[in-house]
């Protein structure tokens, strides 16, 4: 999950883009969101004969957390937070 989460966001053209991107990937979160997605699915096929493809169930983990990172900055931006996680949040290096 976080090779394709890291490749997912390193698409971009956006120099600005990939150094946020950089800097929120190197505080590393407990990733709990994708691990519940791909426990959720485990348990929702565990006695059916059929489950997710592993490289699907991972995109949708890494869209979870994608969502989850962007929610982060759009509260730090609404809240005008300039920390989170005792480091300077991407709003207060980058602004809004």
Do not use: Q
């Not at 190197?26 to 059929?50: H, Q």
Request: aromatic fraction near 4%; charged fraction near 30%; charge should be negative.
């Amino acid at each position: 999950m976080e090779d394709c989460l890291s490749f997912s966001i390193r698409e971009s053209d956006n120099r600005s883009i990939l150094a946020m991107s950089d800097y929120l990937l190197e505080s590393s979160g407990k990733k709990i969101r994708p691990a519940l997605v791909i426990l959720s699915e485990k348990a929702a096929s565990a006695d059916k004969n059929r489950s997710c493809e592993r490289d699907e169930l991972i995109r949708i983990a890494t869209a979870v957390e994608l969502i989850h990172m962007a929610s982060l900055i759009h509260d730090d931006v609404l809240d005008e937070a300039m920390m989170r996680r005792s480091r300077p949040s991407v709003n207060a290096k980058w602004g809004k």
